[in-house]
């Protein structure tokens, strides 16, 4: 996970990101008639699909519009994004990379923003919170924790960082959020720290969970259990799919399986259809292998099954 440490780090926050599905990931799941249903999905993928940037980082280090461009062309409306530094999002001031996204018609929701554990100090927490209130977005999320850092005891000294980062975020209408892997779910201490610390001390109404299901699967958990469990509580979701079953927890940085959405073994219909228990008002769809070299064609994947397999 170098490269994503690397990429998210910045002296007191960076940012990173996955995929978004908008107004109708939020509808109420009622059936409809065949044809109309068939508009609806129609709808959905061509106006409310999004994308976690990290998954073509790559590609969006060597050009940005025409990656972008790319994204556009392939249906993706919504955009998460994953480079922030020193108030500026791939290098950009916020309007300039702002005006890039919606010139092709897609929007920017979401951005992942890293705050270290030494702590981050007033001014740039307000600093970060002001440049993404700019650029317009609705979401910030925490979305790694550096090894030498997952601890009880430094797990709970961010967390209560965590909760002064949200109430700035708050007070310029910026919901901040927490993206997991699976290393939250090993027990430690007597303990497992995703229960245990993380949904009990952070404050429910500053910092919402990013449910990356593929991490939280292959620690052997259930998204759906997670969510009767703490409804409401899972405002973003993370999709990217899994090659090989899990037969045991696993809480390793191993993530070779990873595949597009609908091309692997977690059922994301049976995931979507839970939205509401979840509280989801946006899912993301990520691949952190950037397509196992084919970052577009493993998106152009992705949308296609969601529309085919997995909206209807």
Not at 40 to 56: D, E, P, R, S, W
Not at 147 to 157: F, L
Request: hydrophobic share 40%.
């Amino acid at each position: 996970m170098k490269n994503r440490r690397d990429f998210i780090r910045i002296s007191a926050a960076g940012t990173i990101g996955t995929m978004v599905l908008g107004a109708y990931a939020c509808g109420s799941g009622a059936k409809k008639p065949a044809g109309e249903a068939a508009e609806v999905v129609k709808a959905a993928a061509g106006m409310g699909v999004g994308l976690q940037l990290y998954t073509i980082r790559d590609a969006m280090a060597a050009d940005i519009p025409g990656s972008l461009k790319k994204v556009s062309d392939l249906g993706y409306k919504y955009l998460e994004m994953a480079s922030y530094a020193d108030g500026n999002f791939y290098g950009m001031a916020p309007k300039e990379f702002q005006k890039i996204v919606e010139d092709l018609g897609m929007k920017i929701v979401s951005s992942h923003t890293s705050v270290e554990a030494e702590g981050i100090t007033t001014a740039s927490a307000q600093k970060m919170a002001d440049a993404h209130a700019e650029i317009g977005v609705e979401f910030c999320v925490q979305p790694w924790i550096e090894e030498k850092d997952r601890n009880i005891e430094t797990y709970k000294r961010m967390i209560a960082e965590w909760n002064k980062v949200g109430e700035i975020m708050k007070n310029v209408g910026i919901q901040f959020g927490y993206h997991n892997h699976n290393f939250e779910f090993l027990p430690t201490d007597g303990m497992v720290p995703y229960y245990d610390i993380f949904m009990k001390e952070m404050d429910a109404d500053l910092i919402t969970m990013e449910l990356d299901c593929y991490w939280a699967t292959k620690a052997g958990q259930d998204p759906m259990e997670m969510f009767n469990k703490y409804p409401g509580r899972f405002q973003l979701l993370h999709f990217k799919d899994m090659a090989a079953a899990v037969t045991e927890p696993f809480y390793t940085v191993d993530k070779d399986d990873i595949t597009s959405v609908g091309a692997g073994l977690i059922d994301y219909k049976r995931i979507y259809n839970a939205r509401e228990t979840a509280g989801m008002k946006y899912f993301f769809v990520e691949d952190d292998n950037q397509g196992n070299g084919q970052p577009f064609e493993g998106i152009k994947i992705s949308i296609d099954n969601l529309k085919s397999k997995i909206l209807v």
